[in-house]
Structures are given as C-alpha cells and as structure tokens.
C-alpha cells in the first residue's frame, strides 16, 4: 500500500508539472478579422489591397487569353469552375510567400539598403502606370505596393539561402548532350493497319547489305563529312542534340552506349538490334550549350525537391484562416 500511495503521489506531480491538472496554458488570441481582411497567414494580414495586386496580373492575363466567358469552365471533374481555380492558385502564391518570409528572421536574412533602393524604384514604376480609377476602385496605396516587392524579394534570399549547398555533382551520363545523325534501316514495315511486320529473313539480310555497301560509299567520299551531306532517297538520316537517356529512349541502350562513346566526326554502323540496323554519326561529341542547360536543370530540381520539402513542413506548421464573407465575393 505505502509504493501505490507514492506511486499515486508521484502521477499527481507529473500531471501538475505538464499542466495535465489545474489551468490550461493560455493560447495567445486570434487577429481579428477586418473588413477588408481576405485572410490570415500565421500572424500575416492579406487585406484585399495585398490581394488585388496579385490577382489583377492573372485576371487579365486569363481575360486577354480566353475571354471573359471562361470564368464559369468547369475546368476538372470536381466541377471547379476557372474562377475557382485561378482563385486558389493565387491564394496559393500568397501564402507561400507569406510563409516564407516568416522564416527570414531566424535564419539572419534581412533586405540589404540596395535592396530597398531596387524595391523604392519598382514601387514608384508600378504606382505610375495605374490609373486614379484603379487606385480607387482596389485601394492600393503605394504601401502596399512596396509591401508586396518586399515580400517577394525577402522570399527569393530565403529559397537561394536555403537551396546554396545543395549537391551540384553531375555525371557525363546525366548531362553531356551530343549532335548525333542516325539512319535506322528497320526491319519491319507498317500493315495497313499499322502494324509491325517482320520482314522476312532474306528481305533483311539485303537491307543489311544495301546498308552496308551505302556506308562503305559514305566513308570512302572526303567530301561526306557528315551523313546529312550524302543524297540518298533510301537512307534519310535523323539529327537529334540528346543527353545519354534520350539516346536510349530513342535507340535502345545498346545503340546509345556505342553513341555515347564515338568522337566527334565518326561515322560507323552497322549495329544490329532486333528491329534494325544503325548507322551512326557523330556530329559533336558534346554541345556545350545543350549540356550547360541540363547541368543547370538537374541542379535547380534538385533545389526544388529540397526546398519544397523544407515549405511542406512550414505550410503544416502555419495555420491560414479564411475570411469568407470577403473570400466568396472576390
């Protein structure tokens, strides 16, 4: 009996202690809604000045692209309508901006002076292209507009902050774009149906010679340099720029890792694969421009995938709450 009473004294402790027993923790009290208050972000008023200022570029950008009829589409099987949509889709662009820059403080980030010259200078640009009647009729006031340059460029620091480190390793396979000409001699025709079928074996064992002595002619002309350079109704060769997975989308990985090896002004064949028979040029080893770009794309999805994830864990953090007699009449 003496351990359940010190056992019972020691839960009543723990439950005083965590708050479990006796008053509750207060919760600090919700920002009130406003009149022109859309919604709340956090502790982030998006007021219908906020939210005309982003919505007013796609409203018209959508009115000049599909009329003003498209609003009423209903655009998935739901049964949203366009102007559904398009709504979400700019709430969706505020919010994140919202959260976003919530997070500068506590990583150190912060708008330099040069920042808030290029922001004063956009400010007064935009505030000098809208009309009296648009600055009336919306209520933006140039503190908005300022407000709105600032958000987004204090949102750009913390994706480029947060995405500086990541991984910008790339292998050749990943990148390295060549210009490759390739004749396939198929193996097969289409039906009328169009379907594939198999020529016979003697019908392939010619196209294979023809092909054959069609290279052999290629290579023996100094003036051939490159297979688009022969005239030959028979063999019309395909010029594509393709990293190595291209390459075997289009030519199995057999034909693309003999590709992927060859120097620039090779040409070689036969290569036999079940279907066909290739003829292989090289035109350039490797486009420079071309491998930049995929170089360039891998890394920025890389940093996409990265920060998304970081912004998935904030968004479930922060709580958005919707002013509804102000949402459903916008």
Not at 90 to 106: H, R
Not at 139 to 158: C, M, P, Q, S, T
């Amino acid at each position: 009996m003496k351990h359940k009473r010190l056992l019972a004294l020691f839960l009543l402790a723990t439950l005083m202690l965590t708050g479990c027993f006796g008053e509750e923790e207060e919760k600090p009290a919700q920002i009130p809604f406003e009149k022109d208050t859309v919604f709340i972000v956090g502790d982030k008023v998006v007021n219908l000045a906020k939210w005309y200022l982003y919505a007013l570029p796609q409203y018209e950008e959508t009115d000049r692209l599909y009329g003003s009829s498209i609003w009423d589409y209903v655009v998935d099987a739901r049964g949203t309508t366009m102007k559904s949509a398009v709504k979400d889709d700019i709430k969706s662009q505020i919010v994140y901006t919202e959260i976003v820059c919530s997070k500068a403080e506590e990583l150190g980030l912060g708008l330099t002076e040069e920042d808030n010259m290029d922001i004063n200078l956009l400010t007064a640009d935009y505030m000098d292209k809208l009309t009296p009647g648009m600055i009336e009729k919306y209520g933006i006031r140039e503190n908005d507009v300022r407000e709105i340059y600032a958000d987004n460029k204090l949102a750009l620091k913390v994706y480029e902050y947060l995405t500086l480190n990541v991984d910008t390793n790339t292998t050749e396979k990943q990148v390295r774009n060549m210009i490759i000409e390739y004749v396939p001699i198929l193996k097969y025709y289409e039906d009328e149906n169009e379907e594939a079928v198999m020529y016979d074996e003697q019908e392939i064992e010619e196209r294979g010679i023809r092909a054959k002595e069609y290279l052999e002619r290629i290579k023996s002309d100094p003036d051939i340099t490159e297979l688009s350079q022969a005239t030959d109704e028979e063999y019309t060769p395909i010029t594509i720029t393709a990293d190595y997975s291209t390459l075997v989308d289009k030519l199995s990985e057999k034909i693309a890792d003999i590709a992927f090896s060859m120097k620039t002004g090779e040409i070689n064949g036969l290569y036999d694969t079940p279907d066909a028979f290739f003829i292989l040029d090289c035109v350039e080893e490797e486009n420079e421009a071309a491998s930049n770009a995929a170089r360039i794309r891998i890394i920025e999805e890389r940093q996409r995938e990265y920060f998304a994830e970081k912004y998935g864990k904030w968004s479930d953090e922060t709580v958005v709450r919707i002013n509804n007699e102000v949402w459903d009449t916008l």
